[in-house]
């Protein structure tokens, strides 16, 4: 069985879906039914870089992508804005005039921190069931609603007008097209988007990634374990017997000192993940999610 991560390095044109389905084939024995597999946060087909395709069992654990903090490097033109906030979009607005670079520098710098942002019309949030993106593309009126978000960092890399490139660290959620738009419109210009990569995904370095190629000619020695993908997860040690009992769903008391959310081990395999929360006496691992490869192994 199948089961660890991927971290692709998504290609110019693909859409998010059509990454997984190439990977979902080329894991897939001929004639067998398709594995199971997921990403673990949408990048736009203009955009490359680090896509994590979850396989298997792993697929459980999505949100440990969905909620990480991104790290993007991009490019925008403050001379013009579309409709998609990106290069593909319809032009909807041209600028005239000039900025320095003192002038741009002082407005970057006023992103970083906690803001309101108002994600693009054209995007993946669901409204009314619906993809946002869908009812734009049908004419629908589509009234996006601000999110919190948190720039880290934002670092100009170049600068030649009407040209800007940054480097950005951000929480979930963050839109880098919505970022552009944003600070184009703080200078009175443009701000659509030209280029997008994503460098990391919850500080995994871009030196994980593998493009296409290399999956295809590597595929044997390319997916990690699940373990890894959960690295920032304590790990908690149990005996055969006490790890039986965990993969039957019972609670099970251990002497540690940890507390929180933990991935579960017995006999040097991973069992699932637990809350590891205080009990009368002694911290109680409460199951979160139970792995069945684990449970065919040892139960």
């Given at each position: ?288 999610r139970i792995l069945p490869s684990a449970q065919e192994k040892l139960l």
């Open positions: 069985m199948i089961s660890g991560v991927l971290f692709l390095d998504k290609p110019l044109g693909w859409t998010s879906r059509r990454a997984v389905n190439e990977v979902i084939r080329l894991f897939t024995p001929s004639g067998s039914k398709k594995i199971k597999a997921g990403h673990t946060g949408t990048l736009d087909p203009l955009a490359t870089g680090m896509l994590p395709v979850l396989l298997g069992e792993a697929t459980r654990f999505a949100e440990m992508g969905l909620n990480a903090e991104k790290e993007y490097q991009f490019t925008f033109d403050l001379s013009y804005q579309t409709d998609s906030l990106d290069c593909e979009g319809e032009v909807t607005e041209r600028f005239d005039g000039t900025i320095t670079e003192k002038q741009l520098l002082n407005v970057v710098q006023s992103f970083i921190g906690e803001q309101e942002q108002v994600p693009p019309v054209y995007s993946a949030i669901r409204m009314d069931g619906k993809r946002a993106h869908e009812l734009a593309r049908k004419g629908k009126d589509v009234e996006m609603v601000a999110r919190l978000v948190t720039v880290h960092t934002l670092e100009l890399l170049d600068f030649k007008f009407p040209l800007v490139s940054l480097k950005v660290k951000c929480s979930k959620g963050t839109y880098v097209r919505s970022l552009a738009r944003d600070i184009g419109k703080k200078l009175a210009m443009g701000g659509c988007v030209t280029a997008l990569r994503r460098l990391s995904t919850g500080g995994w370095p871009s030196s994980m990634m593998i493009d296409m190629d290399e999956a295809i000619e590597k595929k044997e020695h390319i997916i990690l374990p699940l373990s890894t993908w959960l690295r920032d997860l304590s790990d908690v040690n149990l005996e055969a017997a006490e790890g039986k009992r965990f993969l039957q769903g019972q609670r099970i008391q251990v002497n540690d000192d940890l507390q929180g959310f933990v991935k579960v081990f017995a006999d040097h395999c991973l069992l699932g993940t637990a809350d590891l929360k205080p009990g009368m006496k002694r911290m109680v691992l409460h199951p979160s």
